[in-house]
């Protein structure tokens, strides 16, 4: 388990990296930061968005130290991590902010920048890194303090607003399995779980959800959007290390199992 990123597993079989040819000298067109990183574009990106300190980024990469060149991890195709941008090593997250999707980049980071302990003492760390997508984290919405006039409050004390109309026509019941995209708010505004920046919907049975997850994912239609207010009663009823108070979600039913 890399302790520079997030836990990642890697197949036996998958074939290792060997360390570039210029583990332990940049070349001479590698851009020198001035604060212990040297960074060099390998492959140019497709596009002019960068991301910021805000953002989530899908990323595939592999590090080496240096001078041994010891491989220290690395993530292959088709895997890849979506880490929060702030949440990267100083190295790697200047790394990151410097690249556009689609590019890659070789950096060579200096112990103060979070290599130390990683790599020989005075060596680097090298890191090949591999942008492929920028996750923006979705904002609050404007009437996350409360359901607005407009809301529709079911008897059990729901409440929920279509954003977008369904394409089909059939309601999931208590014993179907969906496959949801969905990102969750506490009333004030604080964002606590988001499939959209995991990159991947999510799919449970229908049963195993909140109360106010399972009137309120029976309401709509595949390829349906809506937001919910849900009670704290209708949510983990005021559980130790849930969030509390009535929870807001931005819900897309993708698909009926």
């Known amino acids: 388990m890399t302790t520079l990123l997030f836990a990642a597993i890697l197949a036996a079989t998958t074939p290792q990296p060997t360390p570039p040819p210029d583990l332990n000298t940049p070349p001479a067109d590698a851009m020198n930061i001035g604060n212990g990183l040297i960074t060099k574009t390998i492959t140019a990106g497709k596009s002019t968005e960068m991301p910021s300190d805000d953002d989530f980024v899908k990323i595939r990469y592999t590090l080496w130290s240096s001078p041994d060149g010891k491989l220290l991890d690395f993530i292959a195709p088709p895997q890849f991590v979506a880490p929060p941008v702030n949440m990267l090593m100083p190295g790697l997250k200047q790394t990151v902010t410097l690249m556009h999707p689609g590019e890659t980049r070789r950096s060579w980071i200096q112990e103060r920048l979070g290599a130390r302990g990683r790599v020989p003492a005075g060596g680097m760390l090298v890191a090949d890194v591999e942008l492929l997508e920028i996750i923006h984290p979705p904002a609050p919405p404007p009437d996350v303090a409360a359901p607005p006039k407009e809301a529709i409050v079911t008897k059990s004390g729901l409440a929920y607003k279509v954003l977008r109309k369904g394409t089909g026509t059939r309601h999931p019941k208590i014993g179907d399995t969906v496959v949801v995209h969905y990102t969750g708010w506490q009333t004030t505004g604080h964002r606590f779980d988001s499939s959209v920046l995991r990159g991947e919907p ?56």
């Open 202 to 257: 999510a799919e449970f049975p229908l049963r195993d959800v909140i109360a106010g997850w399972r009137e309120g994912l029976q309401l709509l239609t595949e390829g349906e959007r809506a937001r919910l207010w849900i009670p704290q009663e209708l949510a983990y009823k005021g559980q130790q290390g849930k969030p509390m108070g009535m929870l807001v979600f931005d819900v897309e039913l993708v698909k009926i199992k």
